[in-house]
Every structure is written in C-alpha cells, then in structure tokens.
C-alpha cells in the first residue's frame, strides 16, 4: 500500500510600515519597515502556519489565532507553526519538505535565507535540507513592489510516519 502523503498551501500578506521590527520565518531581518499586524506580522510563518494546517484538514490560521484575541497581539508567530506542526504529528505525520517563496522590494534577503531555513526547520521539527526559502522582488508592480507590503506563500509536504 503506498504511504499516504499529503500536501499543504499556504499564502498570506502583510503592509509593511515604518516603526515595526522586520521579522521574517522567526528571524529578525534589519529593515526600515515592518509588518504591521495583530501578532508580529510574520507573513512567512503565518503562510507556513496554513500549509501545514491545510494539509491536515485543520482550517486556517485565523480560525486557530483569531487577531480579535488579546493573547494573539503581539504575538511571536513561532507558536502558530509550532501548533501547526504539533497538530500535524499528533495526526501521524511528519514533514518531507517546505518551500517558501518571499516577495518584498527590500531589503535583500540572501545574506539571512540559510537563519530562516534554519529556523524554519527546527519549528517543524525536519531537517534543514527538507526546507528550501526564496526571495524575489514584485518588478515594481502592484503593492508588494510599492515596497508597501510583502507577500509569502509556502507549499509543504507530509508522509504518515511509520
Ligand atoms: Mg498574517
């Protein structure tokens, strides 16, 4: 019987504004802009967040962190895909590979892509071969190559363990 595998999407954007710290799949990014959000923003973990939890049938991040919660605000988005993936081990799974995508204007995100690959594997409890991170710009287009906001999207891959 072949194993069963699953696979998870996820994609979300924030608006990037002056007076917030950059943080990006768990690691800060020096930036002159941040996303704004109720939690700290973090397009790439929020969109990692939903790969997983679609994957396993679970809903949605705003379903499991609502950003009306008081708990939520501020929030370090580490603990959303901490949950993801602990929902996703308790359901038999283990995750094969993620790849991530990053869309912003700026800064450059080449010289912390192996920080976030890093970090990103150890919330999901995989090695950090099975992760891959990239970046590209928006070509000046639409909001995201406006600079005024960032978009992320993640797709990921899970085999029932055993
Ligand atoms: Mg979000």
Redesign the pocket.
């Known amino acids: 019987m072949p194993q069963e595998i699953r696979a998870g999407i996820g994609f979300?954007?924030?608006r990037l504004v002056r007076g917030r710290r950059l943080v990006l799949g768990g690691v800060e990014v020096p930036a002159e802009s941040g996303l704004l959000?109720h939690?700290d923003?973090?397009?790439l973990l929020?969109?990692v967040t939903d790969a997983l939890l679609g994957a396993i049938g679970a809903g949605d991040?705003g379903e499991l962190f609502p950003?009306t919660a008081p708990e939520n605000k501020d929030r370090d988005?580490s603990d959303f895909v901490r949950e993801a993936a602990r929902r996703a081990r308790a359901a038999g799974f283990r995750v094969q590979n993620l790849d991530a995508t990053v869309i912003l204007e700026s800064p450059r995100l080449s010289a912390h892509k192996g920080a976030i690959r890093a970090r990103l594997a150890e919330l999901c409890e995989c090695d950090p071969s099975r992760v891959n991170v990239k970046a590209k710009t928006g070509e000046g287009l639409d909001a995201v190559g406006r600079g005024e906001a960032l978009a992320a999207r993640a797709v990921v891959l899970l085999a029932r363990e055993g």
Do not use: L
């Open positions: 979300d954007i924030h959000g939690s923003g973090d397009a929020h969109a991040i950003d988005s």
